[in-house]
């Protein structure tokens, strides 16, 4: 549910710049989506399994929050980057 969440106000805050910027909102929008979900994915099916691993060996740790939530850190961190590149200032 907060992937989600996060997902959806990423999608808006790219959408706000685009049309602050003078660029098109929708493709804007879709590409900070992209930006957010394609790390996700990839962070899902390649580190947590190995995450998951590690926890049955200890759990009810804090490193069980970590597990469960490293893939929103990991895709909002990735858009946060995209976003900060793609409507970055041109020098003069």
């Not at 909102?25 to 099916?45: E, H, K, R």
């Not at 399994?49 to 490293?70: E, I, K, M, Q, S």
Request: charged content about 10%; aromatic content about 16%.
């Amino acid at each position: 549910m907060i992937g989600t969440i996060i997902a959806v106000l990423i999608i808006y805050w790219f959408y706000k710049s685009a049309e602050a910027a003078g660029k098109d909102p929708l493709s804007s929008a879709v590409q900070g989506f992209l930006s957010y979900l394609i790390p996700c994915v990839v962070w899902t099916f390649t580190i947590t399994p190995g995450l998951r691993d590690a926890l049955a060996h200890n759990p009810g740790t804090l490193f069980g929050l970590f597990v469960n939530y490293a893939y929103i850190l990991v895709g909002a961190a990735c858009a946060i980057g995209v976003k900060f590149m793609y409507f970055k200032k041109p020098e003069p």
